[in-house]
């Protein structure tokens, strides 16, 4: 390992967890049956990658709610990642109900609802042996909405103070802390003023009161593919709890650097990981020539992502699956 590298593999504490190293899976749709063989594989490679935290992609409460998702057929997948070393969480998507699809349009019931799939979702990760459930805050998504004065015009206890535009998220939080107890960790994942519906230090305020609710990672996100990892700074400062920087990190000086500056606690690396989920053995082993770069071309991420097709890194055809690892 290269000297300089070795920040990113000083291990973390998180509760009862290790974190074998800074290095984090962010969660990322792939388009793929999570508790199919192709998905379960899918996970399992990037934790024999040697990643600490496997954050599972964007996953809908309702399926939780429908059976689609249940304790036996998830076990297959956390099991899958922390056979490998890794620790497991799962992102938890806030679905609309019955189409309803915004702030304004969600009744109270509606909003007693969502909270009630979030609870029962983390219970059936609980179960499934999942370590983690991440509510999806982040990205101008519903549950973000809430946040933002742009997107919520409610008038109830849900809209207009910060402390009504904080209350979901917190009460999403503290629910779901109840029902799981100390035994699981739950992270959260913001986007620090992705409109102009909130400011940074609204989002610092949340993040505290996170903290108190009862979070134990925080994960940082900005929604722009291009956005830097300095966006995680104002929150690092701010709260006890380990914060997530992500933006480009395979880049490995700029992981190094939030690390070193302290900036984050941890670095999450998305399309790097979907190039070549060994990045981080490769790393430790200082084997960096060996590692299959991401150009940030967004074509087999982003742009499967959005036509439906299973997210896989074009290079990966034109160096066959092979030349992945070796
Ligand atoms: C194909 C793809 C799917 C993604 N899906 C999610 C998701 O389910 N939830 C989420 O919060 N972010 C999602 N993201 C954002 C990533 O978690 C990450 O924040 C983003 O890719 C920036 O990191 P990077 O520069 O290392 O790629 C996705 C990104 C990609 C490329």
């Known amino acids: 390992m290269l000297p300089e590298h070795a920040i990113l593999f000083e291990p973390?504490?998180?509760r009862k967890w290790t974190l074998r190293n800074r290095i984090v899976c962010p969660p990322m749709v792939t388009n793929r049956d999570i508790v199919g063989d192709d998905g379960i594989e899918?996970?399992?490679?990037?934790?024999?990658?040697?990643v600490a935290l496997?954050?599972?992609?964007?996953?809908?409460?309702?399926?939780f709610e429908n059976g689609t998702l249940n304790a036996k057929n998830l076990s297959r997948l956390a099991e899958a990642i922390k056979r490998e070393g890794a620790v497991a969480a799962i992102q938890l998507f806030m679905a609309p109900v019955d189409g309803r699809n915004s702030p304004d349009?969600?009744?109270k019931n509606d909003i007693r609802l969502s909270i009630e799939r979030f609870k029962k979702a983390a219970l059936i990760c609980k179960d499934a042996g999942f370590d983690g459930v991440e509510p999806h805050g982040a990205h101008g998504f519903l549950l973000n909405q809430f946040f933002?004065?742009?997107?919520n015009h409610r008038t109830d206890e849900y809209g207009g103070s910060l402390e009504n535009r904080m209350r979901l998220g917190l009460q999403i939080v503290q629910t779901i802390r109840e029902a799981v107890g100390d035994d699981m960790l739950i992270l959260y994942r913001h986007t620090p003023k992705e409109y102009e519906g909130y400011t940074v230090d609204e989002s610092v305020e949340f993040a505290k009161q996170l903290e108190e609710a009862g979070i134990d990672i925080l994960d940082i996100s900005p929604a722009s593919e291009n956005a830097p990892a300095d966006l995680a700074a104002p929150f690092k400062q701010a709260v006890q709890v380990p914060v997530i920087a992500v933006g480009k990190m395979a880049?490995?000086?700029r992981a190094v650097e939030a690390l070193r500056e302290k900036r984050a606690d941890l670095i999450a690396i998305g399309r790097g990981l979907i190039a070549d989920p060994f990045w981080a053995l490769k790393t430790k082993m200082g084997q960096l020539d060996k590692i299959i770069e991401c150009r940030y071309c967004n074509e087999g991420c982003y742009g499967n992502l959005r036509s439906g097709k299973p997210i896989e890194c074009v290079q990966?055809?034109?160096?066959?699956e092979l030349l992945l690892w070796g």
């Open 12 to 14: 973390l504490q998180v």
């Open 42 to 50: 899918w996970y399992r490679r990037i934790a024999r990658g040697g």
């Open 54 to 63: 496997v954050i599972v992609e964007a996953t809908r409460t309702t399926k």
């Open 105 to 107: 349009e969600l009744t």
């Open 148 to 151: 933002s004065r742009r997107t």
């Open 251 to 253: 880049r490995h000086a």
């Open 316 to 320: 990966h055809a034109e160096l066959g």
